[in-house]
């Protein structure tokens, strides 16, 4: 018999949306690996596709910070979210991020060899944080995006203070337009990142293990389909172009109107306004994205507390 939980139906029914009973034969057939259950589930067509979001948790903070025509964001992970919430916490991640804009490239290492304000490097002060709040705390990761003219605009989602929050955006846009055109504009791209989860700038950027696994799902249906061997080909080329179509940046349906791609609208805004503007990068961090946080069994915690 597979090994699995009531919590791990549990779990899997959140992120497919299956029935108990699908998602309990689902786990069986898949000797309990959680991952290869949603994809059984949406090759039957009893799943949708999942965000990586949702099956993520971690705590801490997502900062942003941009200095002309640089950008970075920084994650820093805490245990807790009492500790997020702690303003010590805070002006870390708010000069940890300050820190980042004088570092080249996207190393954490470098990051935390990087002088903090007041003395001492970003890993000397992360030690006495760790120390002072009694709660571990990582420097997790950064990104810095530029441009060589234009705007970096940022955004975060329900900050938690300025500049801080759980989804922080930075949008690049090369362009000869000043700054004061592009940051409203470039604000509503930010929003629309924010919402949307692209996955990567263009189709060419996907992560090839994604398409590899979306093409597997595909090929299953089209196989189930029943139709000619020329047909189901012609099914899983058009179920992996909509795939990429919906989850890279300038292909996506803009969320202000879902009628013209990203790409698109910001044409039209560099032509409208009288100048060029082009989406060079962007960088979307949601706290804990790619991390599952082990849920605890409160239950079997008591149980084995009184036992013990």
């Known amino acids: 018999m597979a090994a699995f939980t009531a919590a791990d139906v549990k779990k899997l029914r959140e992120l497919s949306g299956a029935g108990m009973m699908d998602a309990k034969k689902a786990l069986t057939e898949a000797d309990g690996d959680i991952d290869a259950a949603v994809d059984a589930l949406r090759a039957k067509g009893l799943a949708t ?8 948790a971690a705590e801490g903070l997502v900062g942003v910070a941009v200095e002309g025509t640089r950008g970075v964001a920084v994650e820093v992970n805490s245990e807790t979210d009492f500790v997020a919430k702690n303003d010590k916490f805070q002006d870390f991640v708010r000069n940890a991020t300050t820190a980042a804009l004088g570092v080249n490239g996207d190393d954490v290492e470098a990051l935390k060899g990087a002088a903090y304000p007041g003395g001492g490097t970003v890993a ?3 030690t006495s944080n760790i120390a002072t709040i009694g709660e571990n705390q990582q420097v997790r990761r ?6 060589t003219s234009g705007a970096i605009v940022s955004y975060v989602h329900n900050a938690a203070a300025d500049g801080l929050g759980k989804i922080g955006v930075l949008v690049a846009l090369e362009s000869d337009l000043g700054a004061d055109t592009l940051e409203p504009f470039g604000k509503q791209i930010a929003m629309h990142i924010a919402s949307m989860f692209p996955q990567a700038l263009n189709a060419d950027g996907l992560d090839a293990d994604v398409i ?14 029943g139709k ?3 047909v189901q080909e012609k099914m899983v080329e058009g179920a992996i172009k909509k795939f990429a179509k919906e989850n890279a940046l300038l292909s996506q349906m803009f969320v202000m109107d879902n009628k013209t791609s990203v790409e698109d609208t ?10 060029s503007v082009v989406l060079k990068d962007y960088v979307r961090f949601q ?3 790619g991390i599952e946080k082990e849920e605890s069994d409160f239950a079997a915690e008591v149980a084995a507390a009184v036992g013990g």
């Open 49 to 56: 596709a999942q965000k990586k979001s949702s099956r993520t």
């Open 124 to 126: 000397d002060k992360l």
């Open 142 to 147: 950064m990104k810095t995006v530029s441009v």
């Open 212 to 225: 590899a696994r979306e093409r597997a799902i595909a090929q299953e249906k089209a196989a189930e389909s």
């Open 228 to 230: 000619p061997e020329n």
């Open 266 to 275: 910001v044409a039209k805004f560099g032509k409208d306004n009288g100048g």
């Open 287 to 289: 706290l804990g994205e």
